[in-house]
Structures are given as C-alpha cells and as structure tokens.
C-alpha cells in the first residue's frame, strides 16, 4: 500500500470518486473501483429500492472495495437509508458523511466495520469529525460542484490548515479534474482527492448526455453559486433555470418561497431526464478542463498516469529554488 489513505481504503489509488446525487449510479461507482479508485454509490435522490438496486449492480460489477455517500438531512428520515446501508455493510469498505452534524451516524458505521470519512469546509468542523472517531478527513473547497459550505473557503487556503490541524489524513475535494489538481492537492498536505464533477462526463455515469455534453463545452466561468440568500451555497450550471433562481433570490425568499425551485426534483429533471433549461445541474469550477466523456476507469488511470507525470516534471523546482547559486541572476 502506497499512503494512509490507500491503506485504509484498500485501494490502489488515492482517488475517490465523490458521492452524487442522483447520478452516483452503482455502475459509475464500480467502474471507478475497477480502475484502482474507491467509487462510491450516491444515497441522495433514491428511493430504497433503487438504492438496493445500484448496491447490486455495483457489488455485481467488481470485486475492489466500495464506498457509500450519506449525506445529512435534519429534515428528512434518515433510518430506512441508514438501515439498509448497515443491511449491506459487508459490500462497503467506506462511507463518506456529508452535509449534516456527522456524529451521531460515526460511531454506527465504525461499529459496522466501515471506514469513515466526513466532508468538511473548516478546520473547526474537520476537528469535530476527528474528535467524533472519523477516520478520514474530506476537505471540500468551494470550487467544488453541489452543495458547498456557507463558509465558501476554497481549497488552496484550506488543506494546508486543515492538514496540520488533524492528525488523520486529509482528503482534498473541489476543482481537481487532471493530474496537476493531484499534485498541487498533495503539496498542500492532502493525501487523497475526491473528484465529482470529473465523473459525471464518464460512459458509466446515469447522468443524462444533455448534462454530460454541457459539461465538455463548459469554460472556466460555467458556474454560478445558488442558494445564498437562504444562507447556503450550492454550485451548479449556468443555465436559464439556475439565472431564475439567481433572479428570485434577489427578492431575498424564505427558505419556503425558494424551495419550489431548490428541490431535488429539478435537479433530477436536468441531471437525469435531460431537460437542461428546466432544472439545475451540480458543476465544479474546474469543468472547463473537462475534454472528453471516458470509462471512468480510464479516467482514474489516466489521472493517476498524470500524477505521475506532473511530479517527475516539477522536479526542475529544486533548482529554480536551489541556495546554491549566485544572487542577482
Ligand atoms: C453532480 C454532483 C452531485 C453531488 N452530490 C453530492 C452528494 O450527494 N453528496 C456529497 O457528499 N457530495 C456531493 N457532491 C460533491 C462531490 O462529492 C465532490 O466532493 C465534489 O464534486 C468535488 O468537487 P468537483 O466537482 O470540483 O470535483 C456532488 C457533486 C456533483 C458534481
């Protein structure tokens, strides 16, 4: 085993393919787990049968270790997702908490032998997690795609102190799509990365094509961030749809007001039945990077092909940065 995190996951590579609503199929999840990445099955937008669904298929897709998103609903019944994961606990090395107060669900999961990580987008909250028994540590920075810290710190500031605040390892999620993103996560301290928006523009990946197809023809200023008036922040697409929501949060809605627009099921009319002008889609800042729709097994090869390449080619650093060299050149 390579890191920490390697190690804990079992995985060849440290690259986790981050849990996504509605379109984290069981598919997508063993493809990147084929590929020497931890893929993961999306809880959020399912119904239990669906869920146990793309448990089977992923499960009946690959033998590597598999990971589980549950993010946190204080307004919704968590048991029937929490039961039917600890039903299949013996199908998941990991399960990464986002979202809500982690705590409660750590020591449920540690005690069903899974691996636990926690998303978060401070060094107050990644204490908390660490002090609550995580085992990993996700630092999601506000490039990412989805929903986001109110906090909006971004991910160059944040894993370098979040780093040398916790001693478990540290994660680096938002805006990461290619083998520099790789590099440039583990000289600030990261020892993995999770990458989401990536995964979406892969062959495996239920999204629909409308939404893929976006991604691929998206530039570096793509994305637009809603949900702020209601103190939140979630990235998404620009699109007709998302500049509506923009427009109405204007008029500064309660949280009642602005749910018709902010619910799942407009994001599921983009994101699954393609009708892309009628809803929103999740986009990190990064897409503009994004060039093609691949297996994401590929994709993880590639991306770990890149590391590869990238820290063999910053190697001319020592000498740009050499003490030994006459001053004034
Ligand atoms: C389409 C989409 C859906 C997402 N849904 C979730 C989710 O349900 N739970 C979660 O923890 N994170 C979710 N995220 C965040 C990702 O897990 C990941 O941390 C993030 O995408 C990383 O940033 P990137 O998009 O720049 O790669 C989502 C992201 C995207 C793009």
């Given at each position: 085993?390579?890191?920490?995190?390697?190690?804990?996951?079992?995985?060849?590579?440290?690259?986790?393919?981050?849990?996504?609503?509605?379109?984290?199929?069981?598919?997508?999840?063993?493809?990147?787990?084929?590929?020497?990445?931890?893929?993961?099955?999306?809880?959020?937008?399912?119904?239990?049968?669906?869920?146990?669904?793309?448990?089977?298929?992923?499960?009946?897709?690959?033998d590597k270790p598999l990971g589980i998103n549950l993010p946190i609903s204080e307004h919704s019944d968590m048991n029937p997702v929490v039961e039917t994961i600890l039903q299949n606990k013996e199908r998941f090395k990991a399960i990464s908490i986002s979202a809500g107060n982690p705590k409660p669900y750590i020591p449920i999961f540690k005690e069903a032998g899974l691996k636990v990580m926690v998303l978060t987008g401070s060094v107050k909250h990644a204490l908390k997690a660490q002090e609550s028994g995580a085992d990993i540590i996700i630092c999601e920075g506000f490039e990412a795609g989805g929903h986001n810290s109110p906090l909006e710190l971004t991910l160059f500031s944040m894993i370098p102190q979040i780093s040398r605040a916790v001693q478990i390892p540290v994660v680096a999620a938002g805006g990461i799509v290619n083998g520099q993103g790789i590099v440039a996560a583990f000289a600030l301290g990261a020892e993995g990365v999770q990458l989401g928006t990536r995964f979406v523009a892969t062959k495996e990946c239920e999204a629909h094509e409308n939404y893929k197809n976006l991604l691929v023809h998206a530039g570096d200023d793509a994305t637009v961030v809603m949900e702020r008036s209601i103190g939140r922040a979630t990235r998404v697409l620009k699109s007709p749809f998302a500049e509506q929501i923009l427009e109405f949060e204007k008029t500064q809605p309660t949280v009642e007001e602005l749910l018709p627009y902010i619910r799942g099921v407009n994001n599921r009319i983009a994101a699954i039945e393609g009708r892309v002008d009628e809803g929103w889609m999740n986009c990190g800042q990064a897409v503009g990077l994004i060039e093609s729709i691949e297996s994401a097994s590929d994709v993880v090869r590639k991306l770990a092909h890149e590391a590869r390449e990238v820290s063999v080619s910053l190697g001319f650093m020592q000498t740009v940065f050499a003490d030994n060299v006459a001053e004034n050149v």
């Open positions: 085993m390579k890191n920490r995190v390697c190690e804990l996951l079992g995985i060849k590579y440290p690259i986790i393919q981050g849990g996504l609503a509605y379109v984290g199929n069981g598919a997508l999840a063993a493809a990147v787990s084929n590929g020497g990445g931890l893929g993961q099955i999306g809880t959020a937008g399912r119904s239990i049968d669906n869920l146990k669904k793309q448990i089977r298929i992923a499960c009946e897709s690959t």
